[in-house]
C-alpha cells in the first residue's frame, strides 16, 4: 500500500532534465518508457484568462503495480501529486512544468515516440529499466520460441529499441510490414531477460494482497 501521507508533498521542482540527479535516471527512464508505451502526454489550448495552455501526462494500465511503480517515480523526481481513478484503470496529473522536462527527451505518441540519445549512451542499469518498462506494457512472451514479442505502429522507435538492446548483446530482429501497417520486433530471452515474465494482471494480484479497497493513490 502505498504512504499517502507522503504523496503530494512537493519535494522537488526539477524544471530541466539536467536538474534531474543521477540516482534518478532508473525512474527517468521507466516514466519515458511508459509514456511511450501504455501512457501518453497531452498538449491542449484552454480559454482560461491565466493560461493559455495545460499538459496532462496519464498513464493506463489495469496492472496496479505498474500504476504504482509509475506514481512513485513521478514523485521521486518530481514530487508531484497525481490521481488515480481505478474505474479507468489511470493515473494523471496536470503540469506544464512536467511536460516540458518530459518533452526535452522526445515526442510522445503511437507513432511518434523516440529513445532518445541520452538513454542510448546512459549506464547499463537505466537501459534495462526503459526496455523492461516498455516490454511490460508493450510486449507478449511466446514461450515455444523463447521470444518477446512488440507489436508497433512505429518502425523508427522499434529501431531505437533493437539497438538498445543489441548494446545489451541481447539478440532482437524486425519483421513487416504487417497488413495493418504494423510492425513486430522479435526479442531473444537472453542476456539482462532470460528472466522476462510479464506482471501479473491486477485482479491475479489483487486476489492476494488487499489492494481491491484502494480509490486513490492521494
Known sequence: MLNKEKIGEFKTQVKHLNEIKEEHQEALARIHAHL??????????TAEKDRKNRAEIAYFNTNYQLISSFQKDMEIIFGVKMTYSPKHSVIKVKSLRIAHVLLALSKFGTREWRIPNKFHNAKKSVKIAWITAFCLDESYVIPKRNLIRIKSMNVHGLKDLKELLESLKINAWITGMNCDKS???NIRKEGVLVN???????????????????????
Open 36 to 45: 511511450c508505451g501504455d501512457g501518453g502526454l497531452y498538449l491542449y489550448a
Open 196 to 218: 522476462f515474465v510479464k506482471s501479473p494482471s491486477r485482479k491475479k494480484m489483487i486476489a492476494g494482497s488487499g489492494l481491491s479497497q484502494t480509490k486513490s493513490l492521494i
Open 183 to 185: 510492425w513486430y520486433l
